[in-house]
């Protein structure tokens, strides 16, 4: 079975720039996470998705981020305008089902912001 | 407001010691205590826990929970150079959701 994709692996942007991320889940699964690890922390979930459907954003900044899962397949992660403090690895994972802990990231971005 | 903290935050040990990883957490809607094991990048799963005081083992790994005292434990034995990385507790709450502690930094040296 494929894994998670993501990409791209690294981006490097300016403060009050924009970016986005890609995620591609494993097939068939239907709940998609976006978490955020600042270095020397652990994973923070910032919005979870069931199919095409918001589970949960309740961490998610959304003066400017944003994110979307139109098909209930891929996902996109924005973040408009970048701030210094976004700096951080941006991590997707899958699960089969809401409730699935056990579940697979991929090998995340890690976005630098100067 | 759900956390989940790990201690210690690093640990310096020689191979072949056994090391034992703390996490303590307080999670809305708990359902079960994770640990994951991150080199790199991607968080790599090692185990799931649901139910108080079942030893649950992977080679010479192992982990146990606590649900009365809020509390599990890695344990490592016989450690390698390969075993140097950061491990993460995390609870899961109702939806699938992880609350994650900041990890403990582990280095194993030859």
């Known amino acids: 079975e494929a894994g998670v994709a993501q990409s791209p692996r690294y981006k490097i942007i300016e403060k009050r720039q924009s970016v986005a991320f890609w995620c591609n889940p494993i097939?068939?699964?239907?709940?998609l996470y976006w978490y955020q690890q600042i270095l020397g922390q652990g994973p923070k979930l910032l919005i979870q998705?069931?199919?095409?459907?918001?589970?949960?954003d309740s961490q998610l900044p959304k003066d400017r981020f944003s994110a979307e899962r139109l098909k209930g397949v891929d996902s996109t992660l924005k973040i408009q305008p970048a701030k210094l403090e976004d700096s951080a690895v941006y991590l997707c994972?899958?699960?089969?089902?809401?409730?699935?802990?056990?579940?697979?990231f991929g090998s995340g971005t890690r976005l630098t912001v100067v | 407001e759900d956390k989940v903290v790990q201690s210690p935050l690093s640990l310096v040990v020689h191979e072949g010691d056994t090391v034992t990883l703390n996490c303590s957490y307080e999670?809305?809607?708990?359902?079960?205590l994770l640990w994951y094991k991150q080199e790199k990048k991607a968080p790599t799963f090692l185990f799931m826990l649901?139910?108080?005081?079942i030893e649950k083992k992977s080679g010479r790994l192992s982990s146990i929970l606590d649900k009365k005292e809020l509390f599990s434990i890695l344990n490592i034995t016989a450690t390698q150079t390969g075993d140097s990385a950061v491990y993460l507790c995390?609870?899961?709450?109702?939806?699938?959701?992880?609350?994650f502690g900041k990890g403990t930094k582990l280095s194993v040296k030859p």
């Open positions: 994972a899958s699960s089969s089902w809401t409730g699935a802990y056990g579940y697979t």
């Open positions: 097939s068939g699964h239907a709940t």
């Open positions: 998705f069931q199919n095409n459907g918001v589970v949960d």
């Open positions: 999670v809305t809607n708990f359902r079960s």
């Open positions: 649901t139910s108080s005081g």
């Open positions: 995390a609870g899961g709450g109702s939806q699938g959701n992880l609350i």
